[in-house]
């Protein structure tokens, strides 16, 4: 049973992925009977567009959650990790967006598709994983509860919109500069991205691999509940505006078939099958962004192992990828009944 009164925070509204749960929480009838927008002390005063009228974005500050029961946090891991606590201590119940908490102990890492189960043990601070993740094990966990997948291999293909406006501005503008023999200006990336693509998402860390890659790695196996998982990352920045692509190569312990796979994505929520190559029909980013579903095609058997499978995978980054998720994140919560923290966790210590 939803309650009476429900006071629903967005922390970083002004961001592109705060706007979009502001979109989201709108288009899909968030039942909140009072709607808070927050952000930084210079977007304090921003009129944003909310359910036909307006919300004014106000500073945040350590008070801002008093009053509040649920906030979806998206802006940045330095403030989830400073702000986060006190919305805790305030009796409010946090949807993280950052990687500030994923793999936290205290902290359930949610896919609602894949471990809404996981919601009920909760401290306060629910983390959303990364978007290359989160469309990643919605296409799958019913793989794996099928077959049980040993090993995954992915290379990504990802929006220069994970990055947030300044990414989109920078491709933007370079775009332009080229088109007008102009030298392009590199501000955002380390290399140019128009008509490029940059295998370097995040920092680069002891092992080689990039700190998105091992996001990847870790939250998989958080998620899937399955230690003994291995996977093997690339992440590839691509001049895309919107939507993650992804080639996964999975080795599972029992043989599926293309078409038993087929069949049994077809049946799995959040899941949209586009798969007739003799047609050219196969996921799109062009085709996946602005949409809910985590699409996959392209689904055949690998020749060179008995148990291996490849397909592609495509979901809109700013929605299902972060957004949506955390939006269905809440839902879950009411639904089950778990808006409220039982043990109250402070995390100030």
């Known amino acids: 049973m939803f309650p009476q009164k429900l006071v629903v925070a967005v922390v970083g509204a002004t961001g592109a992925v705060g706007r979009e749960m502001l979109k989201t929480l709108e288009s899909r009838n968030f039942p909140g009977t009072e709607f808070k927008a927050f952000a930084s002390a210079r977007s304090a005063g921003t009129k944003l567009p909310f359910n036909g009228g307006e919300l004014e974005v106000q500073e945040l500050t350590e008070r801002s959650f008093e009053g509040v029961d649920l906030a979806l946090f998206s802006a940045g891991g330095s403030t989830s990790e ?93 775009v332009r500069q080229l088109f007008n023999m102009q030298e392009p200006e590199v501000k955002v990336y380390p290399h140019r991205i128009a008509f490029n693509c940059l295998p370097h998402i995040d920092v680069f860390l002891e092992n080689d691999y990039t700190k998105e890659e091992m996001k990847m790695v870790n939250e998989t196996v958080k998620i899937m509940e399955d230690p003994d998982i291995r996977v093997s990352a690339t992440c590839v920045r691509v001049p895309v505006f919107y939507s993650h692509s992804e080639s996964i190569n999975i080795e599972t312990e029992q043989k599926i078939t293309a078409k ?60 299902k990828g972060a957004a949506l998720n955390a939006v269905q994140i809440a839902e879950e919560l009411l639904n089950q009944n778990l808006l409220h923290i039982d043990e109250l966790k402070t995390f100030l210590d």
Not at 140 to 169: E, F, N
Not at 275 to 297: C, H, K, M, Q
């Open 82 to 174: 400073k702000f986060a606590p006190y919305a805790v201590a305030s009796g409010c119940v946090v949807v993280d967006n950052s990687s500030a908490w994923r793999m936290d102990d205290r902290c359930p890492l949610v896919v609602p598709e894949v471990n809404a189960h996981a919601l009920k043990n909760h401290k306060g601070i629910i983390a959303n994983p990364n978007c290359s993740t989160i469309q990643m094990v919605v296409a799958l966990k019913p793989i794996h509860d099928a077959a049980r997948i040993k090993r995954i291999v992915v290379s990504t293909y990802q929006a220069v919109s994970g990055t947030g406006h300044k990414g989109i501005s920078e491709l933007e503008a370079q």
């Open 260 to 319: 038993e796979a087929r069949a049994i994505l077809s049946q799995a929520p959040g899941v949209a099958v586009c798969d007739n190559p003799s047609l050219n029909i196969y996921p799109l980013a062009i085709d996946a962004a602005g949409e809910d579903d985590t699409y996959v095609g392209r689904i055949r058997e690998d020749n060179t192992i008995p148990n291996g499978l490849n397909m592609w995978v495509v979901a809109d980054n700013i929605r």
